[in-house]
């Protein structure tokens, strides 16, 4: 039994031997494969980094109305005239400035409704200043605030409206809760888009364009 059994293993030796060259570039090859699998994961990890990214005020106030419209002021107009560039627009909120043209605050359809309309006030009498909430008590953003942190002043303060100011307190914008919303939904499908290429093999770093 013994001497089958060499029969048999040693023709298998010798085939080994003989095709050495042969597994060691197999192996080689295999074991490039699986570092350039590895670089591929950790590019796609860089590129899954990137789109999680948060979007800034900016993102969203590119793509708002507001930024199309004047939606500004003047704090000594009439809250009729504010109401009438509400429709005009089709927008709830502007900011209020003063002769200057320095942020003084900002009116919105809220303030209407409860400081004018619910108190029998007639709108075409009344300033705007006069119902508008003051610079003061005004809660903003940065352009380069992400949109998550501008949401969360908004529920925190219960507000639909952020004026987007710059350094020296100049402003450049506004943003409602619904452009923050849609900027918030853009950025999730993107996402989602990458990793289910990804997932797909079709290699989420490059889209599936």
Excluded at 167 to 186: C, F, R, T, Y
Aim: aromatic content about 6%; proline content about 2%.
């Amino acid at each position: 039994m013994f001497s089958l059994a060499s029969r048999v293993v040693r023709p298998l030796a010798a085939q080994v031997v003989r095709h050495q060259p042969q597994l060691r570039a197999s192996i080689a090859l295999q074991s490039h494969r699986h570092t350039a699998a590895v670089g591929s994961t950790h590019s796609n990890a860089r590129s899954f980094a990137t789109v999680k990214e948060g979007l800034t005020a900016t993102d969203a106030w590119d793509k708002s109305c507001y930024s199309e419209i004047d939606y500004t002021i003047n704090e000594n107009l009439t809250v009729y005239e504010a109401v009438q560039k509400f429709a005009a627009y089709n927008i709830g909120c502007l900011v209020t400035v003063c002769d200057d043209g320095k942020i003084s605050g900002v009116i919105s359809e809220r303030d209407y409704v409860c400081k004018i309309a619910l108190l029998s006030r007639s709108s075409k009498e009344t300033a705007v200043k006069e119902i508008s909430t003051k610079s003061a008590n005004l809660i903003t953003a940065s352009p380069s605030e992400t949109v998550s942190d501008c949401m969360a002043k908004m529920l925190a303060r219960d507000i639909r409206h952020l004026p987007l100011l710059d350094e020296s307190g100049g402003v450049v914008g506004i943003v409602s809760i619904k452009d923050l919303v849609k900027a918030e939904l853009k950025e999730k499908e993107e996402a989602i888009r990458t990793l289910s290429d990804f997932a797909l093999g079709k290699g989420g770093h490059f889209g599936s364009e």
